[in-house]
């Protein structure tokens, strides 16, 4: 199992010896078994590759969680092709964006989405070519309508799917970026195979387990949740968006749905201990929780761990660059000692770490710096973003790139990697990776406003919040509310700050730069 | 509005619009769609309804449909009654 190299190999090797086997489930609407599945995506693989799709394009996926999303995937893949995921619910405006950046072929995406992303994608100055249009999604059938449609329309031969190199691209994610724009990490069918392969190693997945699929696709926590359950012939279950929100449904569904391996940042875990009423249903097959993406704040995990005791916890860290690249199992009993979150641990066996100074050179044992990691899930870089990537990266004396992570970290007394800080200005907030600089980018666009300084706020009740201070133009500023509705149409919902303060102008330092150190102490 | 309406406008400015001029919210503003109330604000809000109104609230009720302003979660408070 582990010789595979490409990620749409594990389907049709677990659509060969499990055929029947349920792949995917959409709670209380639909199912697919792993031969309907690999069939519907080769339906889509020939589709593709009729509309124009070569080996190394890349195919947009606009979908909502579903079936039809999960085959549309695997189909860009066996056309050769890296999909590029983005948030249906994003501001249109953001996903065209991202859309053209990678100068994606086409899209498969939902009728519904459809027009508003081409006015968004003309205004850029691009178009969108043959998409395949959905009407809805849902148990794949949508999908499997679309290409019946296109069938018959003009029929598709059926193709090959494509002998591509490990290093070919798999997928694009794209990230927050500090100046306004997100950036697109470019990853490899090597990338993902050598961390899925780590997985297989570290948890021991067999067919009989069931995954959650709590994190949209364009966030690299579906890697683990897709393609280990896929490799595995075990059963995803999708939750989606909405309903990945409310921890009284979540609580019910992880007991229907008799989930074994749970994925999801704190955050999700904080609102099931607190509002998720845990203590209404039974988790017999709940073996392993995994949580990444941000500090677990103490209180909720102690919280959790009551009412879910005896199952393995797993902090899992890495940035969308590298994936998960060092864990850190919790013990079984959380000591009452325990006062400051958990490790981010050790390295994984594909990858190899190392801490360094600000000039890149290894610091002495025991002092903190930057993490950096090389190896197999490493990414080439960003895309399109020569100059990004360069500054990202360290090359040592062998030649070897390590990927500059942003977060300082210390070693603790077991060898475990501790994070103390960041180098930059990004913050995680619940799980989320915000540039603090896109949000200010956003509200510069608002015509009133003349200043902007966004911080974060960190404390354990509430995690991080983040908090906008701005000076106007004219006396008459625009309401908080204003503000907010303002931000939500040019921003992710998450980048949307928690509170706002209007001030005279903002404070400066000695060289005419925000002073964000007093802003800190006075937020 | 009413008193469990001002009692509602009360608990969102102090906990989500500090600063906020309470004129600029009103019966009507849209406040999950505008982003003014995100996921965890919309818990923490059912929280605070199911303690000041003694009420349950079920699942399917924290929607847009039912909290999205202040003259719908008017109404789910006093369907409650």
């Given amino acids: ?523 | 509005m009413g008193q469990i309406g001002e009692d509602i406008k009360e608990f969102i400015l102090r906990e989500f619009l500090p600063g906020e001029n309470p004129h600029a919210l009103t019966d009507s503003t849209p406040l999950i769609t505008e982003g003014i109330l995100d996921s965890l604000a919309t818990l923490k809000l059912v929280s605070f309804l199911e303690e000041r109104f003694g009420i349950e609230i079920r699942a399917h009720e924290t929607d847009v449909e039912h909290l999205n302003d202040i003259a719908s979660i008017v109404n789910l408070v006093r369907s409650k009654e």
């Fill in chain 1, 1 to 523: 199992m582990s010789n595979v190299t490409r990620l749409h190999y594990l389907l049709d090797n677990s659509a060969r010896s499990l055929p029947e086997h349920v792949a995917v489930v959409e709670p209380k609407r639909a199912t697919i078994n792993y031969s309907d599945l690999a069939i519907l995506s080769d339906c889509v693989r020939d589709r593709l590759v009729h509309l124009g799709v070569h080996p190394g394009d890349r195919v947009g996926i606009y979908l909502r969680k579903s079936i039809d999303a999960v085959a549309a995937i695997f189909g860009a893949l066996k056309a050769g092709a890296a999909y590029v995921p983005v948030d249906p619910f994003a501001p249109p405006a953001r996903n065209a964006y991202v859309l053209k950046d990678c100068s994606v072929r086409t899209v498969v995406i939902e009728r519904c989405f459809a027009e508003r992303l081409q006015i968004e994608i003309n205004q850029l100055g691009g178009t969108i070519q043959n998409p395949l249009l959905l009407d809805d999604v849902g148990g794949g059938r949508f999908l499997r309508e679309a290409l019946t449609r296109e069938q018959e329309k003009n029929p598709a031969p059926v193709t090959q799917t494509t002998l591509s190199s490990p290093d070919d691209l798999a997928y694009i994610l794209y990230t927050s970026g500090s100046t306004g724009k997100p950036k697109g990490v470019m990853l490899s069918h090597n990338n993902a195979m050598s961390f899925v392969n780590w997985c297989s190693e570290a948890f021991e997945p067999n067919q009989h387990d069931r995954f959650s699929s709590h994190a949209p696709f364009h966030f690299d926590l579906s890697i683990l949740d897709i393609y280990v359950s896929i490799k595995h012939g075990a059963t995803l279950v999708l939750i989606g968006e909405e309903l990945g929100k409310e921890p009284l449904h979540l609580a019910s569904l992880i007991s229907q749905e008799q989930i074994s391996i749970w994925y999801s940042t704190p955050s999700i875990l904080s609102l099931l201990a607190q509002y998720g009423k845990l203590e209404q249903y039974r988790y017999p097959c709940l073996r392993i929780i995994h949580f990444a993406g941000e500090v677990f704040p103490l209180k909720h995990l102690r919280a959790l761990k009551a009412l879910l005791p005896g199952r393995r916890y797993f902090n899992l860290y890495g940035p969308t660059e590298t994936n998960v690249c060092t864990y850190f199992e919790l013990p079984a009993v959380i000591p009452d000692e325990q006062s400051k979150p958990f490790p981010i641990g050790k390295s994984c066996s594909h990858v190899e770490t190392k801490v360094v100074n600000e000039d890149g050179q290894l610091v002495p044992e025991g002092e903190k710096g930057e993490l950096c990691v090389t190896g197999a899930g490493v990414t080439q870089g960003y895309w399109n973003s020569p100059e990004r990537t360069a500054r990202s990266f360290l090359e040592d004396a062998s030649g070897r790139r390590w990927y500059r992570t942003g977060d300082i970290v210390a070693v603790d007394n077991d060898g475990n990697y501790v994070i103390v800080g960041r180098r930059d200005r990004m913050v995680k907030k619940r799980g989320y990776r915000i540039e603090l600089g896109e949000i200010e980018t956003a509200l510069y666009r608002h015509p009133a406003v003349k200043e902007v300084a966004a911080i974060a706020l960190a404390d354990e009740e509430n995690g991080v919040r983040i908090k906008a201070f701005l000076s106007c133009r004219e006396d008459t500023h625009p309401s908080i509310i204003e503000l907010k509705s303002f931000c939500s149409q040019n921003l992710p919902r998450y980048m949307v700050p928690d509170f706002f303060a209007i001030r005279e102008a903002l404070p400066k330092t000695s060289t005419d730069k925000i002073d964000y150190q007093t802003l800190k102490e006075i937020a």
